[in-house]
């Protein structure tokens, strides 16, 4: 009989429970090891990833020190975006003929930032020696509409996979956003490759004012190094592929997301030790961009229909 290793946040112990299907709720820690992957990741805390290494290689950022005092997000390796990715403008904005309202998520945030999904505490679906399932349900939030999620995560030989499934559980049309915000290691000698058609300015809020063909200093189209970018925008027409290599080091990493993921945000934090590359379904902003004309640019499910979108971390056998 296999058991896998997990923490009970009430306790405070080490649990170990038997690979199978069950509910599993109220466990902080959750730690897989398969065909030299390591993977921590925190189901109390926003379906969060801690930890992801193959063979001793970080392929997302470890979570920083502070996370243990805070369960800040933002001190992670990765988190789910759920329903939207992003801001939105002063938290409002009109759906169905509907003036909806939303209250500032983070305390470092003026406006709504990522959904509520990374917010919020996941329930254990199902373990096995590979993999995981993990389930929220939204039915309490200031977020007006009931939905399901269930993210999944599998690891294979040289290969990681996280999917999101989005089901709209309510009885009205809702904004369907998804997304994916891994933190990736960065180092001078990391070189990155993607493509995508255009870009969103944005204003001093981080808001999207303009679309625009994509400047030179933002064209990764050719392999190139991520250092010294300034960037923390939203790229239109992205083709679901990224290549990061390191120098000489065991670092050649595909990320591969679905098509229904046309959008990502690149970031790069001044003097930081990583950077974001997040595949998304909508552009930041989406749901208060054009309000004016009633123009929405978000995708929206109905009652009962159900929305997948997934990305794969490619080790290449490194």
């Not at 306790?11 to 820690?29: E, P």
């Not at 189209?221 to 065991?250: I, L, P, Q, W």
């Not at 974001?276 to 009962?304: D, K, R, W, Y």
Request: charged share 20%.
């Amino acid at each position: 009989m296999r058991f896998v290793k997990v923490k009970n946040i009430l306790m405070k112990t080490v649990n170990y429970v038997n690979y199978g299907k069950g509910k599993f709720s109220q466990l902080k820690l959750l730690e897989l090891k398969f065909k030299g992957w390591y993977l921590k990741l925190t189901p109390k805390y926003g379906a969060c990833i801690l930890r992801c290494s193959y063979k001793n290689f970080d392929i997302l950022r470890p979570a920083e020190t502070g996370w243990e005092r805070t369960h800040d997000p933002m001190l992670t390796s990765y988190f789910p975006l759920v329903p939207y990715s992003n801001r939105i403008a002063n938290g409002q904005f009109q759906w169905e003929n509907e003036h909806i309202n939303l209250k500032s998520n983070h305390v470092s945030q003026q406006f709504p930032l990522h959904g509520i999904g990374w917010l919020s505490e996941w329930v254990v679906l199902e373990i096995k020696e590979n993999g995981c399932i993990l389930e929220y349900k939204n039915s309490e939030s200031d977020w007006p509409w009931p939905f399901s999620v269930k993210q999944e995560i599998t690891l294979k030989k040289t290969s990681m996979k996280i999917s999101l499934t989005l089901e709209n559980i309510g009885r009205n049309k809702m904004p369907a956003g998804l997304g994916f915000h891994p933190y990736f290691p960065l180092t001078k000698d990391l070189q990155l490759q993607f493509n995508a058609k255009s870009v969103y300015l944005s204003d001093d809020d981080n808001l999207p004012t303009k679309l625009t063909l994509v400047p030179n200093k933002w064209d990764f189209s050719h392999s190139k190094s991520v250092f010294e970018t300034k960037v923390d925008n939203c790229f239109s027409g992205y083709d679901g592929k990224a290549h990061m290599t390191v120098g000489k080091k065991r670092y050649n990493l595909f990320v591969l997301s679905t098509k229904n993921l046309d959008h990502c945000v690149f970031y790069v934090p001044k003097n930081g030790n990583f950077f974001c590359l997040e595949p998304v379904n909508h552009m930041n902003n989406a749901l208060a961009f054009n309000p004016i004309q009633g123009v929405t640019l978000m995708p929206s499910l109905g009652p009962g229909e159900i929305n997948h979108v997934e990305m794969l971390f490619d080790t290449n056998g490194i």
